[in-house]
């Protein structure tokens, strides 16, 4: 079964200060992978996805994540956080073998202080 | 181009009752989805359509009953509702492109339902 971890709950960090989310994954084969970011009372907003290529992945508001196949994870980064990054962060995978379905991780709530 | 949006924001029903929530798309997107978000779950597919006319059970789908009429809209009714049914509840639609769930998935603003 096709699983999505976010070993995180919540990751603080100073603005300024590079900012990691962390995502791992358990699938037999290549996923699609997916982050969405959720500010408060709000719907998810895309950010970024990886299929197939580069294993950088450049999205939405100056973050990137990096696919790797070896660790199983797709982490996503952004240089220099800011405070208005403050938001829910969900990582979400894709697997043609698995039928029809986004299985979602738990989030990750980043808080930015300033 | 307002996107995706949902009808009511927030509802409050006792044990029992029934209530139909309301997603609309203005995208022309082919498949459309529902989901719930509960604390630490992450979001989990309730139905989900991939045109006029038909609708598939997602994971969680015991409950609920959902109908696409209209390419864009997508309704979510749930016929006796229960305490277990108090969630937040996420529509989205996305694009033909690769198939369902392999595109970007716009959402809407979610309605919160709690039920007594």
């Known amino acids: 079964a096709q699983s999505v971890a976010q070993p995180e709950d919540q990751v603080n960090v100073a603005e300024g200060n590079p900012l990691t989310v962390k995502c791992t994954y358990s699938?037999?084969?290549?996923?699609?992978l997916f982050w969405y970011v959720q500010y408060p009372n709000r719907g998810l907003q895309f950010l970024l996805k990886?299929?197939?290529?580069?294993?950088l992945v450049k999205g939405s508001y100056g973050f990137e994540a990096e696919f790797n196949k070896s660790q199983t994870s797709f982490h996503l980064k952004k240089p220099s956080a800011l405070v208005s990054d403050s938001a829910l962060y969900f990582c979400?995978?894709?697997?043609?073998?698995?039928?029809?379905?986004?299985?979602f991780g738990g989030g990750t709530r980043v808080l930015v202080k300033p | 181009n307002a996107g995706v949006t949902q009808t009511p924001k927030f509802r409050v029903l006792k044990t029992g009752q029934s209530m139909t929530l309301l997603c609309a798309q203005d995208?022309?997107?082919?498949?459309m989805y529902w989901y719930r978000q509960d604390p630490g779950m992450g979001l989990r597919l309730i139905h989900y359509s991939v045109g006029e006319g038909t609708t598939a059970k997602g994971e969680v789908p015991d409950g609920y009953n959902v109908s696409r009429l209209k390419k864009q809209n997508f309704l979510l009714g749930l016929e006796s509702a229960a305490p277990s049914q108090t969630s937040v509840y996420f529509c989205?639609?996305?694009?033909?492109?690769?198939?369902?769930?392999?595109?970007?998935?716009?959402f809407g603003p979610g309605t919160r339902l709690l039920v007594l």
């Open positions: 979400a995978l894709y697997f043609w073998a698995a039928g029809n379905k986004l299985t």
């Open positions: 995208m022309n997107h082919e498949y």
């Open positions: 699938v037999s084969g290549n996923p699609y």
């Open positions: 990886y299929i197939t290529g580069d294993n």
């Open positions: 989205a639609s996305s694009g033909a492109g690769g198939g369902p769930f392999r595109e970007t998935q716009y």
